[in-house]
């Protein structure tokens, strides 16, 4: 992962292969997201078009950040997280090859880009974008926008090979055991890490499913905790220091689970 302060890149227009780009909230209530982010990191949001399922882009200071979706047949309420394509199709060739199984698309959205929804083989939901007109985040790294990305499994004997085949990541074990178990992903020719793996284990509640942990960028995350509190949300992981930064586990007041990273507490 890298430290917040070299992960601030701004005015994105071009992503490379395996690299996180988009993030969208599958959300109930969509009026509700919008207060809840537009006051918790600062966001406005574009009016959703019909045609697309009223897909409401949230920006920060103007760029693209985000977006929210309303839910539709009984979707749950979860961040998604995209991972950047040349080729749709033949990545959801190499995601059926892998293990894993495509759950939507490829299809078109007009010429913004191709969208996949696919689950890899330990149920973690997430998607990939081959770009069109539009390539992904316009923002991240900045405090409210994008930081970094986890894939949460108790699988991880069939999720490390599907992702390092599928996205060709090459896979650095951090820590290894029943306490912490975590491996770091670099997308080829990579020099800094491009997300992180975490073996669900006992310290994590049996209900919580695989999924993809989006975390994102704030100045202050006791502040910013204290804030999702006040907004209704809850908080699974207090804030705690590591050689990354300072960071998080949290939930929206609709469920979704999130995490945010800002500079260590007390920081010299």
Not at 195 to 209: D, N, S, T, Y
């Amino acid at each position: 992962m890298y430290r917040v302060r070299d992960r601030e890149r701004q005015d994105m227009t071009s992503f490379d292969a395996g690299t996180p780009c988009w993030v969208d909230l599958t959300v109930a209530d969509l009026e509700a997201g919008k207060r809840f982010y537009g006051e918790l990191f600062g966001w406005t949001f574009e009016a959703g078009a019909e045609a697309f399922g009223h897909y409401t882009p949230a920006l920060k200071d103007g760029k693209n950040v985000a977006a929210l979706a309303p839910a539709q047949g009984g979707a749950p309420t979860a961040w998604n997280l995209y991972f950047s394509t040349p080729d749709v199709a033949d990545l959801a060739r190499r995601v059926a090859e892998a293990g894993g199984k495509v759950t939507g698309g490829p299809f078109p959205i007009a010429d913004a880009g191709t969208v996949l929804q696919a689950v890899d083989p330990g149920g973690a939901a997430f998607g990939a974008w081959q770009p069109g007109t539009r390539a992904g985040f316009e923002l991240q790294g900045a405090p409210g926008s994008f930081f970094w990305p986890e894939i949460y499994t108790r699988a991880k004997a069939d999720v490390d090979p599907f992702y390092e085949t599928v996205f060709g990541f090459n896979g650095q074990q951090i820590s290894e055991g029943t306490e912490f178990d975590f491996k770091l992903w670099f997308a080829p020719g990579a020099q800094q890490p491009t997300a992180g793996r975490l073996q669900m284990g006992a310290f994590i509640p049996a209900e919580v499913p695989a999924h993809a942990l989006v975390y994102f960028s704030v100045e202050d995350t006791d502040a910013t905790v204290a804030k999702v509190r006040e907004l209704g949300g809850s908080v699974s992981r207090e804030p705690s220091d590591s050689p990354f930064g300072r960071s998080a586990l949290v939930s929206d007041d609709q469920g979704a689970r999130f995490a945010v990273m800002g500079p260590v507490k007390n920081a010299s």
